[in-house]
């Protein structure tokens, strides 16, 4: 048979395209055990993160030269402490050689074999003649076929998935410990003595009003920011109208000259918004009202025979009564704001009037509101 022969019904399709279908099966099959892996270790059976928990002891100072033991505890999700199977196939090498030998050996000979002798005398004289004659003939021929077929697929595992990970991070930024429980000890971690336990614990109390009263200042602040953006916002649509006149009214040239002054009122306004509703919440005359903005703000108004007056009730309606609202709801978030800080300055006095020595009045009234926290 001839060298090209040999190569004749090789499936090549077959040859190549079969390992890279295998190898496709094998990367579905290595995704869904790495989903399954998720539900299963990652979540119980209504949905939820299991998550496990871990329990440790801190050690804290305080200013009276006590210390807190505290109990924490903080529930982390399963899914970030173990590793998550993520096999996935990175390469598929398909190497495929076929060697044909053919080798033809020829060997001839023959193998004949005769014999004869004669003799004959001369005078007295005898001589004897004898030979043989031989042939050997044979023939050998050998061939020799060999092919090599090599697949090899690598995988490796690529870790948490992206998108998992970006999850694990959310929670993660929700994680804090929990305080679980916290027991008073002096400066060594010992045990306190009844009447320093006493006035550790009014301390302690103190310092826990104190901590919920900064949050709550915080918080007042937040919604009191809040208020001010709301009324600049409401005041920028208010301004924009009177800009508005100007462009399509037939005297602009007279209303813009005017717009000077109003817009001077109005930016004065929007820099010194905070410091007027203050002012206005502070005014034990001035409420700031229901129905009216305050004069305080200086704002101006414009009609469209150009001309400039006070910004007061009738300018404009719609935007009038907005302004309105958003000003005494910013002098309310102002009051809620400096009652906090008030409450919280009281606070911090206490307890430091307690932490000097002074154990009276101070120290009953945190045992009464550590009951009422109870």
Not at 53 to 58: E, I, S, V
Not at 273 to 290: D, F, K, P
């Amino acid at each position: 048979m001839a060298v090209a022969e040999q190569f004749a019904g090789l499936q090549m399709d077959m040859l190549i395209g079969a390992p890279l279908t295998a190898a496709a099966d094998a990367s579905v099959q290595l995704a869904n055990s790495t989903a399954d892996f998720i539900n299963r270790v990652g979540f119980d059976n209504e949905g939820n993160v299991r998550k496990v928990a871990f329990g440790y002891q801190k050690l804290s100072m305080n200013e009276d030269g006590t210390s807190n033991l505290d109990d924490l505890k903080v529930d982390v999700p399963i899914l970030a402490i173990v590793p998550i199977p993520n096999l996935q196939v990175d390469e598929v090498n398909i190497l495929f050689d076929m060697e044909v030998k053919e080798s033809v050996k020829s060997e001839s000979s023959t193998d004949i074999g005769s014999s004869f002798s004669a003799s004959a005398g001369f005078w007295a004289v005898k001589a004897r003649v004898s030979g043989s004659v031989s042939a050997h003939n044979s023939n050998t021929r050998s061939t020799d076929n060999s092919a090599k077929y090599h697949v090899d697929v690598r995988a490796t595992n690529h870790g948490t998935p992206e998108g998992l990970a970006r999850v694990l991070d959310m929670i993660a930024a929700n994680v804090a410990p929990a305080l679980v429980g916290s027991t008073l000890k002096d400066e060594n971690g010992g045990e306190l003595s009844a009447e320093a336990k006493k006035r550790a614990e009014g301390l302690k109390t103190l310092r826990m009003q104190i901590s919920e009263l900064e949050k709550r200042v915080l918080a007042a602040q937040e919604g009191f920011d809040n208020r001010i953006a709301i009324l600049k916002d409401i005041a920028m649509s208010q301004l924009n109208i009177y800009h508005g006149l100007a462009e399509t009214d037939e005297k602009k040239d007279t209303i813009n000259k005017k717009m000077v002054e109003v817009d001077q009122a109005w930016n004065d306004f929007f820099g010194r918004t905070s410091s007027l509703v203050e002012i206005i919440a502070e005014s034990s005359s001035e409420s700031g009202g229901e129905d009216k903005v305050s004069p305080i703000f200086g704002l101006k108004a414009i009609d469209v025979q150009g001309e400039v007056k006070d910004y007061v009730d009738g300018s404009d309606a719609g935007k009038y009564k907005a302004i309105c609202q958003a000003q005494n709801s910013a002098v309310g978030a102002r009051k809620n704001l400096g009652a906090a800080k008030e409450e919280l300055l009281e606070k911090k006095a206490e307890y430091s009037a307690m932490l000097s020595g002074g154990t009276g009045a101070a120290l009953s009234k945190g045992k009464g509101s550590e009951k009422d926290s109870e």
